[in-house]
């Protein structure tokens, strides 16, 4: 390969990084895969147990492929990198190495993990990664072949239907699931949260190690997600341009840290709703925490309050540590989107981060309608609670579980952080609301009539709802009222709700939880 051209260029991204942590089922594996995908493309050195099990990789790619200069990295975190170097003799063809010991290394370091990567030429730096940035997009559809290839007469890992590779009497392996379990006990990802958390502070089994309260084993799947994203890190690299080469390859990779900065700061200030007694395991594990991705399991009744400080935080810390990079350019503030599924303990994980992700992307879209480009978008949140055994995304749960005689029975996505914007209920309304239905005095006066209006035709609803306000005692009516007005649209009325969505069944969801997050 000859460029011929002033730099080359070399991207590199895993995909397909939820279905790769996820597969198997099991925490400890979860837990396994998310350190070795975060391990994978840093180049820090690795502690003594984590060289012990291989890791190193990229740094040793690096170092066999002999670039005549060394690699410049403009971002090295969370299953991507990208670097450019001089097209010196001999670059193009340490390129070529690189690219070979790389994408075996990937495969050995961590089987059954699909990728990408794509090599470039420019000009200039910007150009180069550019130009290897362009070439991602018609690869990203190659089909991803997963090694060893089964036969018929293989023993294969019953939790994945992969070939096993390791048999025992406790579960057969795969080759993936043997890689993650020499990671399950690595904390890179739970010192994010906090720094001083050791191994026995995060629960690696559902059953055994959790912490639930009581009987209640709900379980929530949290996945947050950045807002246009992709346009501000344009803009930067924009910015950055026409910078001489290893300036821009400074800025660029102290913006892919400022990011990162933002999220840990984010995550420890959301920490304190993970609250536990003496002795007891965090309520919570990271899965996927990388970008401007945070995936976690946590436990039902403080999920919602985590997600609220979470998103919260992250639109604080991304002002603090990204101001000096957007400065002057017409870009939005960096905020997120999140969708919380609750299900439980023995409930399908994979579906319901499917859903989850299909909630994020509800509320992205929810919440980046009607604004221009450069318009900040709103930190929004959806939610919802699996009752059955199958479940599919936010359309097919919307049209099966939440219309009734062509009533939609939600108002969702909600806003959770940031000022108000006029046609988003609040999150925090929602939540006064979700405390009147959880009132002793509310539960004995008709909680449980009001989740059954839901399948009622509009007119019955509404003949049901008057009586029962009727007999409802006055306090509790004008406190139940002056909670409502607060969230609810003047299409839905406190007297008439039914007429429009209502806030009524999102409120009654979380009660049914277990309490109102404080």
């Not at 290839?149 to 023993?155: F, H, I, R, V």
């Amino acid at each position: 390969m000859e460029w011929n051209l002033a730099f080359i260029s070399y991207i590199f991204e895993a995909k397909g990084i939820q279905a790769y942590i996820v597969a198997g089922g099991r925490l400890r594996h979860m837990a396994g895969a998310s350190a070795l995908v975060d391990l994978l493309t840093t180049l820090d050195a690795p502690s003594r147990d984590e060289a012990r099990a291989g890791a190193g990789w990229l740094k040793r790619a690096l170092a066999s492929a002999g670039f005549p200069e060394p690699p410049v990295f403009t971002r090295c975190a969370g299953g991507a990198f990208a670097f450019f170097t001089p097209d010196k003799p001999g670059a193009a063809a340490a390129l070529t190495r690189f690219q070979d010991l790389w994408t075996l290394a990937v495969q050995r370091a961590a089987p059954g993990l699909a990728c990408v990567d794509s090599a470039g030429a420019g000009a200039t730096p910007a150009a180069a990664v550019a130009d290897a940035r362009g070439g991602m997009e018609g690869r990203r559809s190659f089909p991803h072949h997963r090694l060893p290839l089964a036969t018929p007469l293989m023993l294969r890992a019953p939790r994945t239907g992969e070939p096993a590779v390791s048999a025992n009497a406790k579960d057969d392996l795969d080759a993936g699931l043997l890689r993650k379990e020499a990671f399950v006990d690595n904390m890179r990802l739970a010192r994010v949260f906090d720094p001083h958390s050791g191994w026995g502070d995060w629960p690696l089994d559902l059953e055994t190690q959790f912490p639930f309260r009581g009987e209640d084993r709900t379980i929530a799947v949290l996945h947050a997600d950045g807002n246009r994203m992709g346009e501000i890190v344009k803009a930067v690299g924009k910015k950055f341009a026409s910078l001489p080469a290893a300036q821009y390859g400074a800025e660029m990779l102290r913006f892919s840290e400022a990011i990162r900065a933002a999220m840990t700061d984010a995550a420890q200030a959301a920490r304190t709703e993970l609250t536990r007694r003496d002795g007891e395991r965090y309520p919570a594990r990271p899965i996927i925490l990388g970008g401007d991705d945070l995936t976690m399991i946590l436990r039902g009744d403080i999920a919602l309050s985590f997600s609220k400080a979470f998103l919260a935080a992250f639109e604080t810390a991304c002002k603090e540590h990204l101001a000096t990079f957007t400065q002057g350019l017409a870009v939005p503030d960096l905020t997120a989107c999140a969708g919380l599924v609750y299900i439980g303990d023995s409930q399908p994980f994979g579906q319901a981060l499917e859903l989850a992700e299909s909630l994020c992307k509800a509320a992205k879209t929810r919440a980046k309608s009607g604004l221009r480009d450069s318009d900040t978008v709103p930190s929004c949140l959806a939610f919802h609670r699996v009752t059955g055994s199958q479940f599919g995304g936010w359309s097919d749960v919307l049209r099966d579980e939440l219309t009734a005689g062509g009533r939609v029975l939600t108002m969702q996505p909600y806003q959770a952080a940031g000022e108000a914007r006029a046609g988003l209920p609040q999150l925090a309304a929602l939540k006064t609301l979700t405390g009147v239905f959880l009132d002793k005095a509310m539960a004995k006066g008709g909680v449980r009539e009001i989740a059954t209006l839901a399948y009622e035709t509009a007119a019955t609803a509404q003949r049901r709802w008057s009586r029962l306000l009727s007999v409802m005692e006055p306090n509790l009516r004008d406190k139940l009222r002056e909670a409502y007005a607060a969230v609810a649209p003047k299409e839905a009325p406190f007297e008439k709700p039914f007429g429009a969505p209502n806030p009524l069944f999102d409120a009654l969801t979380l009660a049914q939880i277990g309490r109102s997050p404080e």
